[in-house]
């Protein structure tokens, strides 16, 4: 049937072209619209996909006039994904100790190496899943997101089934997933304590002791060293952390170092040589030397007696005891550290200088050997010979001159704005230093800490401890 040209049907189209909406006057002459009139008047305007049959039919039999509808659904696209790796060891580690009711520290719920067996599964690597293409109500495909795959895992220590889909463990012992790199390593699991029957033990891996230390003994790991038991007056050297979960007792004859942190529930009477952070409930008279902070904490625990050194600050419970022993906590950096840094800026400087000068003679050398004939000319200049040798070794005093700069700007950095915090007791006896300003306590203080003004130390209250 015709319709009226005063009052035309309307289509309007929703966002992206996903849906068509109709509009459609009162036909002329009381007639009525057919479905097939409807489709007719939607294809004209180019509607062409997901035409709803039943809507139409609907405003056909309900005699809908002037009122809009939707009458087309665009099809969306199904979107994939893309390929990924299920892992199936643990990769969160527990570096924090828990706090009992008591206010004791459990330092055996730390946990910083995931162990597996040789054979086990440790990974499935799920293909991506290609998505489904759509279509809008005009007819034009609305692509889905072409969905990758991932490269094969790389590292070493582990093997790969034959479609490639799971990796398993080729051998025992410590896994890690680091830079896009799945390692299994070694690890030295004793099941007992260590002592003259298992001999000292020295490991490129990490170290897991299930018992005690006993004195005398000596254990060396390029990687992380776990003692569930208690040390005695041992020797611990540790390339990554160290992790006492029931403490050490020393007999001052017991050496700690390690190039990362020391976690402990306790160390009495021992050398402690840590790059990174010291995290224990108790320090006993030790002789402590810390590249980072040093978080005492825990209800009971507290630096009792020795030297705590820390260049990025200490928090603790408490300093000192009741009877005044003598306690030293120094945090920041020492003038020398300052008087080194300076110097060596200055040192880096002439060298660079003194290469330059040595560039330009060479320089002016070789221009001058160009000059002269090929029988003139030296095959080896023995000037050229020397500046060459003294050029080499200048730039290996550069080079060891810039990496102690470097360690030494580190330092500094970490030193800025170094502090003592105490959540409790200040004990007569105490003496605190921050860089080279140095404070005796006389009368007991409580919940203080100790900052640097200007060239000394000033204590003031604080009401928490982060």
């Known amino acids: 049937m015709s319709i009226s040209k005063e009052s035309k049907p309307e289509v309007r189209f929703g966002m992206n072209n996903m849906e068509a909406y109709l509009t459609v006057p009162i036909p002329p002459d009381g007639r009525e619209y057919s479905v097939r009139e409807l489709v007719s008047i939607l294809e004209t305007k180019g509607v062409k996909h997901g035409i709803d049959q039943e809507m139409l039919m ?27 790796y299920e892992f199936l060891f643990n990769r969160e580690f527990n570096r924090t100790p828990k706090i009992l009711p008591d206010g004791a520290v459990d330092y055996h719920t730390i946990n910083l190496i995931a162990t597996v067996e040789a054979g086990e599964k440790i990974a499935i690597y799920h293909p991506c899943v290609q998505g489904k293409n759509g279509m809008n109500v005009k007819g034009v495909p609305v692509n889905a997101k072409r969905c990758k795959e991932l490269q094969p895992l790389r590292g070493k220590g582990f093997t790969r089934s034959d479609d490639g889909t799971e990796y398993f463990a080729e051998i025992s012992g410590k896994i890690d997933f680091i830079n896009d790199r799945l390692i299994v390593s070694p690890v030295y699991e004793i099941p007992t304590d260590v002592d ?54 020393g007999n001052s004859h017991a050496m700690l170092s390690t190039k990362q942190n020391l976690y402990a529930k306790f160390v009495e009477y021992a050398n402690i040589d840590v790059r990174g952070t010291i995290n224990a409930e108790s320090l006993l008279s030790c002789d402590v030397l810390c590249g980072e902070k040093v978080v005492i904490d825990g209800k009971h ?16 419970s408490s300093i000192g005891n009741d009877v005044e022993i003598h ?11 300052y008087r080194r840094f300076k110097m060596l800026e200055q040192k880096i400087a002439n060298s660079k200088r003194q290469l330059e000068i040595i560039d330009e003679k060479i320089k002016e050398i070789d221009q001058e050997n160009a000059r002269k004939s090929v029988v003139e000319r030296p095959k080896s200049d023995p000037r050229k010979v020397s500046l060459l040798r003294s050029k080499i070794h200048e730039n290996s005093v550069l080079q060891e001159d810039q990496l102690e700069k470097e360690e030494l700007e580190n330092i500094i950095q970490r030193a800025d704005g170094a502090c003592i915090k105490v959540s409790g007791a200040v004990y007569p006896g105490t003496s605190v230093k921050i860089d080279e300003s140095r404070m005796e306590v006389k009368v007991e203080q409580f919940a203080v800490q100790f900052v640097k003004q200007v060239d000394k130390i000033r204590m003031e209250r604080v009401t928490g401890i982060d």
Request: hydrophobic share 45%; no cysteine; net charge negative.
């Open 327 to 337: 306690t030293d906590v120094m945090v920041g950096a020492e003038a020398d550290i």
């Open 196 to 249: 003259m029957q298992t001999g000292n033990i020295n490991f490129n891996g990490d170290v897991v002791i299930h018992g005690k230390v006993k004195a005398g003994m000596s254990i060396q790991a390029s990687g992380t060293i776990t003692i569930d038991g208690i040390v005695e007056a041992a020797d611990l050297t540790a390339g990554k952390d160290i992790v006492l979960k029931s403490g050490l007792m």
């Open 58 to 84: 609907r405003m056909v039999a309900e005699k809908t006039y002037h009122i809009e509808r939707r009458v087309a659904v665009g099809e969306q696209p199904v979107e994939g994904y893309d390929g990924y």
């Open 301 to 316: 625990g507290g630096i009792v007696g020795g030297i705590v050194r820390a260049v990025g600050g200490v928090i603790t």
